[in-house]
């Protein structure tokens, strides 16, 4: 007797690994630097995990401060990678202190590849005082990653 329970988290675990590694094979076979994936939430002083393929070995890291309201890029640094911690498929490095807001939104660019987000939120769940609705008034409650809240409370803008 074989349980359904177990079966379908398997076959879901196998299949997206079986995706990362055929992102990661592609990636490496062109040639160009390629970031399938980054660690997130990431605040300053932590450290990112970049996974993607051919990074060199001595890369350059670019990050990209974006205004969370606007989307535009504020401003630009270049950050090193850690000694040690760089091989063709992965790479750390250290999120710089940043004055004001630590949960900052960024793109990453290594070695001149195609910007990847880091920080962008990500909404796994909604529920409003309606089930799938929300009143005037009501409650919205949200789960995610990076999802960040400066105010005591927010103005939702909900779109069907």
């Known amino acids: 007797c074989i349980d359904d329970n177990i079966i379908i988290p398997v076959m879901a675990s196998f299949r997206m ?3 990362l590694l055929l992102l990661t094979l592609s990636s490496a076979s062109t040639g160009n630097v ?14 990112a995990i970049l996974l993607g393929g051919a990074f060199p070995s001595s890369p350059s890291i670019q990050l990209y401060g974006v205004d969370p309201n606007t989307g535009s890029v504020g401003y630009s640094l270049s950050v090193s990678p850690m000694v ?10 250290s999120i710089p202190k940043m ?7 960024w793109k990453v660019s290594v070695a001149g590849s195609q910007n990847y987000t880091i920080n962008a939120p990500n909404l796994w769940w909604a529920q409003g ?6 009143t005037p008034g009501g ?15 927010v103005v939702v803008r909900l779109d069907e």
Request: glycine share 6%; net charge negative.
């Open 34 to 47: 390629v970031i399938d994936w980054a660690s997130s939430p990431l605040r300053e002083n932590e450290t």
């Open 129 to 134: 005082d309606l089930q799938s609705k929300a």
């Open 139 to 153: 409650f919205l409650r949200v789960f995610g990653s990076c999802i960040y809240i400066e105010k005591d409370s």
């Open 84 to 93: 040690g911690q760089t091989d063709d498929a992965s790479l750390k490095f």
């Open 99 to 105: 004055p004001g807001n630590s949960m900052i939104q």
């Open 17 to 19: 690994a079986t995706a």
